[in-house]
Structure formats: C-alpha cells, structure tokens
C-alpha cells in the first residue's frame, strides 16, 4: 500500500505523463530515453508498442528515480509480465475488473480507461487510483471534463491523449490531475529527422507550463 500511494503522489505531482507509443522498436526507445533524458519523471511504455516489457525493463534497470507505467494493458496476464519487467503504473483504454484486481493484488496504481459518467464511477468503485478519460478531445475536451466534474468531483481523471502542450491549463483548468502526452512532444516527423533537441524543448515547455500553472494556484506560491 505504501508504493502504491508513493507512486500514486508521484504522478498527481508530475501531472505529465510521457506516454510512448510507436510501430518501431528502435523509435520507441530512442524517444523513452529522451523523454527520461529531458527531465520526464512518469513514462508510459504502451503494450502495442513493439518490446515493450524488454524496453521497460531496460528503463527500471537503468533509471530507479523514474516512474514506469505500462499502457494498453488489457489482460491479468499483461499485468503479470510488466510488473515483473519493472511496471509501477498499470493503464488500461478500457476498465476490466480482471487488470484492476490484478493490478491492486500486486500492490500497483491503476489507471483504467472509461468514457461516461457511469464508467467512471464503475472503474473508481472496482479500485482504479485515477480514471482515464479516453478519447478526451473526441468526447469533448476540456468542455467535457469542466462538465462531468459537477457531480463527479471526488474521483481523479486523467485527460487520455492526444492532449497538445496548449491544451494543459484548459485540462488542468478543468479538473484533469494528470495528462497523457506522447505525441505532442515526439510526432514522427521529429523522429526521422532525429530532432531530438526539438523534443526536449517540447518537454520543457509543457514542463514550464505545468510549475506554472502551480504556483499560480491559491496557496501554492
């Protein structure tokens, strides 16, 4: 319980989630130790991503102050196989009971995916730590979160991407803890041209964004 509120803090005090997700191996790893190089303390290496459980055991051997999340985890099986590579977060696009209790039996946050009202409160009531709000932008954005966050203010939610840096404050502005951001920083045409500054400056400005919004919070100064 102690890691998993450790965890928990880490997450509701980076507010980012670096979140990796590409066809390409070799991609998909040349832009997680970017992200981790840049300053991102919470990773997300996706399932659907190609070795991913050999890409996130790499970075837990390699980088003990970062948090790991495995994303798209669909099955109690997936859960069994990230956490032993190193997964402290378990994200799922949807919410299943079987990933959650697996999750919560090996002391992990999980982070499940819903969409309405009703699968927000479900996914809360079955034990997830955060619930992902997943397509955020298709199912309103912002407008949406500020809207569902009248009745429903007791359960944190995650804006699921693709969140844009100018899009932060909006989120955060309406109610979001924590965002999902991937492509914003890495879009592909970054990546082939191997721009890795410009991904880095991309980190720092969302970065920058989010310490200020921070201390522009009453009693945050």
Known sequence: MADRDATLAKVLEEVIIGVVRYD?????????????????????????????????????????EIVLAAGSVRTADEVEAVSQAGAKIIVSPHTSEGVIEATLERGLV???????????????????????????????????????????????????????????????????????????????ELIATNNWEAVTDRIEEACAVVSAWKSNRPGEA
């Open 24 to 64: 390409d191996a070799a991609d998909a790893a040349l832009t997680a130790r970017t992200f981790v190089e840049a300053g991102l303390k919470v990773v997300e290496i996706t399932m659907t991503t190609p070795g991913a459980i050999e890409l996130i055991t790499e970075l837990a051997w390699q980088n003990d």
């Open 110 to 188: 999980s982070v499940a995916g819903a969409s309405s009202p009703t699968e927000i409160v479900r996914a809360h009531e079955l034990g997830a730590s955060i619930v992902k709000v997943y397509p955020a932008r298709l199912l309103g954005g912002p407008t949406y979160f500020r809207t569902i966050r009248q009745p429903i203010r007791d359960i944190p939610i995650l804006a699921g991407g693709p969140v844009n840096i100018d899009e932060i404050i909006d989120y955060l502005d309406a109610g979001a803890v924590a965002l999902n951001m991937g492509t914003a920083f890495a879009p592909m």
